[in-house]
């Protein structure tokens, strides 16, 4: 019968047998080390690992260095529970609907994504304090922007991917990331320079300075430059979907199209107009999109490109300050206290806006209640086109949409911990205010 030998480390941790059965005689397994406490992300609640349940991941941005990357929220989008996050790669443009409750989307955001469940379900912490959501065109989001968070004070990150709502409330449904800030002795000094073969160019510096003892100080400071890469750039991004040209391109094309029954025949009608046509088109209603009018059967080959109006990457200018204070009043109680100061500027393109009239496309929008009167110099078909029918058109003209942001963010948590024994047992304590 084989012994199993087990280190006192992994007795601790996991579950083992205390002797092995040896020949009818029992030797005892070397005495067990106690173990330090750790404090697990997920809950307040100080455990040791043995006693930790649910998974978590932990990531050190120091070591994706080499991989380029200047923004936590493109840091944080390798995790493998990661989904589809907002960041700088992602040229996300308008407000996604300008919600009423402010909680919009603004572009230029970097968000963190568990699981498809959406980066309002994601609690961010910051040293396990809270942290501040990010703007958005309509107000506050309801989501963190890590493009607050300087990715270069970063010591490390725990993600918790159980949910945590009843520890923290809704937004922790997807789990939570728990940001630890680094302590710096000394003076380090960094600089980065990189891009891609056609751009993006991305250029980054950091100061950092600090020093420890009985109080504890360190101050960053940090500024990142990203240039913008046109999708048009390269082969691969610039059609919708990489090979197949217009296929998928957008039905909103820059000459228009129509989509309608006509009340006269009872025909439907689901045209584009010709390339090159200008002032009012001829319409035939004998023979819709037909030799005799200015408009032919829809197609997939009338479909727009509009790829190459947008950005593979962002660009983005971020510059901060970071402060963290810690002092020892004895060996239970700690005062701490951290400040941010940081900017975003950051723009976002996309191709220009898509119009139309009529009530076919039910979208919500305004457009839907638009209808183009029959006595209109510009209406063709000599009747009524807003009910059960659809014009639309993309107005090169007007050039693309660019969305420009301006963020200031300013951060201040203090607060107050310790330790204290009451009937044989000790208790620990945090008070805060952020």
């Excluded at 094309?253 to 006509?262: A, K, M, N, S, W």
């Excluded at 901060?320 to 723009?347: K, M, T």
């Excluded at 209808?371 to 209406?379: F, L, T």
Aim: aromatic letters at 8%; proline letters at 6%.
């Amino acid at each position: 019968m084989a012994c199993i030998h087990r280190t006192p480390a992994a007795i601790a941790i996991s579950v083992a047998f205390a002797t092995c059965a040896q020949g009818g005689t029992a030797s005892s397994a070397p005495a067990a080390t106690p173990i330090e406490e750790i404090v697990v992300t997920g809950s307040r609640i100080r455990r040791d690992a043995a006693h930790a349940h649910g998974l978590h991941l932990s990531l050190q941005p120091k070591d994706t260095e080499r991989s380029g990357l200047t923004s936590l929220g493109d840091i944080m989008a390798r995790l493998p529970a990661s989904s589809s996050p907002l960041n700088t790669r992602f040229n996300s443009s308008g407000n996604f609907g300008f919600p009423a409750d402010g909680g919009g989307v603004a572009a230029g955001t970097a968000q963190v994504d568990l699981r498809h469940l959406g980066a309002k379900r994601v609690l961010v912490l910051v040293d396990g304090l809270r942290w501040v959501n990010g703007a958005s065109g309509s107000g506050v989001s309801g989501a963190a922007d890590l493009n607050t968070i300087p990715a270069s004070i970063v010591e490390r990150v725990e993600v918790s991917l159980e949910g945590a709502s009843a520890i923290y409330g809704s937004d922790a449904i997807a789990g939570v990331v728990n940001i630890f800030t680094a302590r710096v002795e000394g003076f380090s000094a960094s600089v980065y320079n990189g891009g891609y073969q056609h751009g993006g160019v991305t250029r980054h510096a950091e100061l950092a300075l600090g020093r420890s003892g009985a109080t504890f100080a360190s101050l960053h400071a940090n500024f990142t430059e990203q240039r913008g890469l046109s999708a048009n750039a390269q082969e691969r991004t610039r059609w919708p979907f990489p090979g197949t040209g217009v296929r998928h391109g957008s039905t909103f094309t820059p000459q228009g199209r129509v989509i309608f029954t006509d009340p006269n025949t009872g025909q439907f009608v689901n045209c584009a107009l010709d390339t090159g046509v200008v002032g009012t088109p001829r319409y035939d209603a004998v023979d819709p999109c037909g030799a005799n009018d200015d408009y032919h059967p829809w197609s997939n080959a009338d479909r727009f490109n509009h790829a190459p109006y947008n950005l593979v990457v962002t660009p983005s200018r971020r510059a901060s300050l970071f402060a963290r204070v810690e002092h020892d009043l004895s060996p239970r109680l700690r005062l701490y206290g951290r400040a941010l100061l940081n900017n975003r500027q950051s723009i976002n393109q996309a191709a220009p806006e898509p119009l139309w009239a009529g009530s076919i496309a039910e979208s919500g929008s305004v457009l839907d209640d638009i209808v183009i009167a029959a006595d209109n110099p510009h209406n063709p078909f000599g009747f009524d086109l807003g009910k059960d029918a659809w014009a639309t058109r993309r107005p090169l003209e007007s050039g693309p949409r660019i969305f420009k942001q301006d963020v200031d963010t300013r951060y201040v948590a203090l607060g107050a911990q310790g330790t204290r024994s009451v009937l044989e047992r000790t208790f620990h304590w945090d008070a805060n205010f952020v």
